[in-house]
């Protein structure tokens, strides 16, 4: 359980490291060299006031925060490499129970790609699923210009002002009773949101399938885990009609890419708010 588990992800996709534990920077400089960039991309201009993502990291360590997750991208132009987009979730350890763990998560970049971004997230341990919180939850974006590190800080108590909230959610989603219908229903949308309007190759009652006797129940809560981490780990077989009428079977891929993760993740915490919000009216 408390091993750190390390995976390369595909071509598109550099490398990601997460652990029970927190992660020391040699870990860190192994799977994304690009938060130790010593210089902004040559694309940058002058004015790009430059800070190594790993300075960050320090400055949060200093205030209790700790990475458990880092993951890189791999950028199509091999020389963004060293300064490619990267995600990382900060924990405090007094913020970490048995069952879950409030996040900060930091996304960013050295070659222009994105100012710092920060979300509140939470991460359900059962089956390591890291979910983000949606729009109605805090998010700061500090560009990269002026005192940088400080407002960075100061942003990521910004963004853990709502975990009390995010964790409020959590529980009142797991304390209301979804019919069969009200599943499929959430589901429906969640897979929208993931494909689109026509080119969902799977069905709703495959993403409501549980992957594990935890996330079996009818609660909104492990509804949305069990639809979270069916759309996001992917790997399920379904069928898509071509436009000749062909048949084609294609298995869903694993959301890999970090702005598809935010994005998704955020519009799947976002549908299960709006169905909590729809069974309390």
């Not at 991309?41 to 990291?57: A, G, K, L, N």
């Not at 458990?68 to 405090?92: C, E, I, N, T, Y």
């Not at 998010?139 to 964790?167: C, S």
């Not at 702005?259 to 919000?277: C, F, I, P, Y």
Request: aromatic share 6%; hydrophobic share 40%; with cysteine.
């Amino acid at each position: 359980m408390h091993h750190t588990l390390a995976t390369r992800f595909n071509r598109r996709n550099a490398r990601q490291i997460s652990a029970r534990e927190a992660l020391s920077d040699d870990q860190l400089r192994q799977f994304v060299p690009s938060i130790f960039a010593e210089q902004a991309h040559d694309s940058r201009s002058e004015r790009y006031v430059y800070v190594p993502t790993i300075q960050i990291v320090q400055g949060l360590r200093n205030e209790g925060w700790h990475p458990f997750f880092a993951v890189q991208a791999q950028p199509r132009d091999g020389s963004r490499f060293g300064h490619a987009k990267h995600m990382l979730r900060m924990r405090r350890p007094d913020q970490i129970t048995d069952g879950e763990a409030a996040e900060v998560i930091i996304v960013n970049s050295h070659d222009g790609t994105t100012s710092y971004q920060m979300f509140a997230g939470l991460i359900r341990f059962v089956c390591t699923n890291s979910m983000i919180a949606g729009t109605q939850f805090q998010e700061v974006r500090v560009p990269h210009k002026g005192n940088i590190q400080d407002h960075i800080i100061e942003g990521a108590y910004t963004v853990a002002q709502d975990f009390p909230r995010l964790i409020a959610e959590a529980k009142g989603m797991a304390a209301l009773a979804l019919s069969r219908e009200e599943q499929r229903v959430l589901a429906e949308a969640s897979l929208v949101a993931r494909y689109g309007e026509e080119d969902s190759p799977v069905t709703p009652e495959q993403i409501l399938r549980p992957r594990r006797a935890a996330d079996v129940g009818t609660n909104l809560w492990t509804t949305f885990n069990t639809i979270q981490e069916n759309i996001i780990r992917g790997g399920l077989n379904g069928t898509r009609q071509a436009e000749d009428g062909r048949i084609i079977r294609r298995q869903t891929r694993s959301i890999n890419g970090i702005d598809q993760n935010v994005s998704v993740n955020r519009a799947l915490w976002t549908l299960a708010e709006g169905m909590k919000k729809l069974k309390a009216a």
